[in-house]
């Protein structure tokens, strides 16, 4: 789900959504995508489209900053890695991570919180609790952020560093 969007709808329209993203209110496309197709498309979603995306960027977390989140345990977060499992087993966890990967973040978002437990093994992260992003590189993480917001969620943070700084000396 982006902008208020089903991915399922993205993928029709776009092919590989994944290589879609938004940032200030505007499609950016990952590929040799016709971006003339890619804007007369988004203006016939955006006009459909509810809720919209806030005009910012998530907050930035640092390694340092996660660290110290991931020892203290005073204040409640939700880290999760939207990497692909296989991924993950490639280069490992960062500690309290839970993974969902990013085409399942706008679908696991409208879940009811049961279901959520059940399907991904932890509690469904409240609206206003502080929920952290991770990735490999930091982009899907944005996106994971951008998805978060637009499913009105107001805490939302991206590790930009995410697996690639995590996991290097």
């Given at each position: 789900d982006s902008d208020g969007i089903n991915p399922r709808l993205l993928e029709i329209l776009f092919g590989d959504y994944r290589r879609i993203s938004l940032r200030n209110g505007r499609l950016r496309c990952r590929s040799n995508f016709n971006m003339f197709a890619l804007k007369a498309r988004h203006v016939a979603i955006r006009s459909a489209s509810k809720p919209s995306i806030p005009q910012r960027d998530a907050s930035?977390?640092?390694k340092e900053d996660l660290k110290k989140r991931i020892g203290a345990k005073d204040h409640p977060y939700t880290l999760i890695d939207v990497r692909e499992p296989s991924e993950i087993e490639q280069t490992g966890?960062?500690?309290?991570a839970h993974n969902i990967p990013l085409g399942q973040i706008g679908e696991a978002f409208k879940l009811d919180e049961d279901t959520f437990s059940k399907k991904y093994g932890f509690s469904k992260p409240k609206?206003?609790?502080?929920?952290?992003?991770s990735c490999r590189s930091g982009v899907r993480s944005q996106n994971a952020c951008d998805i978060a917001e637009a499913n009105r969620y107001t805490n939302v943070i991206n590790y930009k560093g995410s697996a690639l700084e995590w996991f290097s000396k």
């Open positions: 930035i977390i640092t966890r960062i500690d309290t609206q206003d609790q502080d929920l952290i992003f």
